[in-house]
Structures are given as C-alpha cells and as structure tokens.
C-alpha cells in the first residue's frame, strides 16, 4: 500500500489515514481549566461523501497510539461513519491511499471543479 501526503482535497471513495485526539466524553462546561485530551488514535476511513467544508467518513480501522489517563479509551467503532470538517482533518497530518487507476480520481476530480 503506498500512502501520499494529502493537500485537502477529498473524493468520494479515498481512503485516508490520519492522527486525532481522543477527548473526554464529558462535555462539562463548567470547568474553568481548559481541557485536555486523554489521548491520541489513528484512523483509516474512506471517503463517503464531500458536502462543502464537511467530510463523511466511513472508519475502517482505528487504533488508540497514544493514552495519557492510563485508563482504556475508546477509539471509533469499525462501521461508524462520522462526520468531519476538511481542517480538523488537515490538522491530523492526513495521508490518502494511492489509487490503482490514478487517472480516474484525476477525472472526478476534474469533473468536480468543472461543475462548481
């Protein structure tokens, strides 16, 4: 499998690799100290759609990499799709799998800057 770095633009059917932070499921506003992550995992998705700054993301493989509270955490559920907005994932340092038929995604890519 060969990996290359990934500009930030997404089409439908790539997969993609990146590094995110696992965040307390807690969502208390009320503390006063800024909070931090309890860790970090690396995912692998593929594209299922883009809808203007949002990606959908279908996950294949997530694996925690790095854990700070020493309890287990939980990364994404194989199967989920989740949502993300294109720079949260830019920030993750995202790698896209290299397709076989690199001429195709350059076609939809194409087609997709000719119909905006």
Partial sequence: ??????????????????????WSPNKSRRRK????PWGKQKVVAQVASVEGDFVKLTVLKAAVIENIIGSELRPHKVG???????????????ERLHW???????ALLDNLSNSI
Avoid: H, Q, Y
Wanted: no cysteine; glycine share 4%; charged share 35%.
């Fill in 80 to 94: 989920t799709t989740i949502t993300k907005k294109r720079s949260t994932l830019l920030r993750g340092n995202p």
């Fill in 33 to 36: 100290t800024k909070s931090r």
């Fill in 1 to 22: 499998m060969a990996w290359e770095k990934s500009e930030g633009v997404f089409v439908e059917s790539d997969v993609v690799e990146w590094i995110e932070a696992i």
């Fill in 100 to 106: 076989s038929e690199e001429d195709v995604r350059a």
